[in-house]
């Protein structure tokens, strides 16, 4: 069984530039929710992706957005890069069945170090 | 609103102590909770769900409804068992709630 791996490990990146960071889940998960985690504090839900479609967005801006391909990968995008971007982004992968239950246990990836300068 | 809180963000006990991480939730409906473990230069993980109702690790959490706590305990403590803790509530089946965490440091 392969986790959750994360890309690219750590990124460095200015104000006002965009970025785009990647995910692909674990084996035979076929949802994706993203998380940040700034210092010092517990990960903060921003979005989740099932079936190519958003299901469900925490309280961030349009500029966070998302895309989850065939294979369940995805890629989370952030535009307009802000000082208070700079954060441990993580990336989670769930298994929902066709019948739309949930086996609700969200198994985690190592992450992608971002800091804007 | 939905909120997990983790009074404590440091916790320290020595080897062979009880220890407790308190967690305290505010959720209308029927809560599922878990606590994640992140020990150092790992990923989070999950450590255990309520609804398993099992032990993993040594620690066993029981939710309190009246109390509205689901507070992580292990009887005698290891070194190993040092780490960050996470108390997560999940929302609609998609969305984990988080505490602050607590990192709990246990002494030789």
């Known amino acids: 069984e392969t986790g959750v791996t994360q890309s690219p490990t750590h990124l460095i990146k200015t104000r006002g530039q965009q970025v785009t960071l990647r995910c692909s889940s674990q084996s035979g998960h076929n949802t994706v929710s993203w998380y940040q985690q700034a210092l010092g504090q517990g990960p903060q839900f921003i979005f989740q992706?099932?079936?190519?479609?958003?299901?469900g967005r925490g309280n961030f801006p349009p500029r966070f957005s998302g895309l989850q391909f065939p294979n369940y990968s995805s890629e989370l995008n952030v535009n307009a890069l802000e000082l208070d971007d700079s954060a441990l982004y993580l990336c989670?992968?769930?298994?929902?069945?066709?019948?739309?239950?949930?086996?609700?246990?969200?198994?985690f990836g190592p992450g992608t170090r971002l800091t804007v300068l | 609103a939905q909120r997990v809180t983790q009074p404590e963000k440091l916790l320290s006990v020595f080897k062979g102590a009880p220890v407790e991480l308190k967690c305290n939730y505010s959720?209308?409906?029927?809560?599922?909770l878990f606590w994640y473990v992140q020990y150092s230069r790992q990923r989070l993980q999950l450590l255990l769900r309520?609804?398993s109702r099992e032990s993993i690790k040594g620690f066993t959490a029981d939710l309190n409804k009246g109390e509205t706590s689901f507070h992580l305990k292990k009887p005698f403590a290891q070194e190993e068992d040092s780490a960050m803790y996470y108390c997560?509530?999940?929302?609609?089946?998609?969305?984990?709630?988080f505490g602050q965490g607590t990192r709990l440091t246990i002494n030789p």
């Open positions: 959720y209308s409906g029927s809560p599922e």
């Open positions: 989670a992968s769930s298994d929902r069945t066709s019948g739309g239950a949930v086996t609700d246990t969200q198994y």
């Open positions: 997560a509530l999940l929302l609609g089946a998609q969305k984990l709630v």
């Open positions: 992706y099932y079936r190519e479609e958003e299901n």
């Open positions: 309520h609804i």
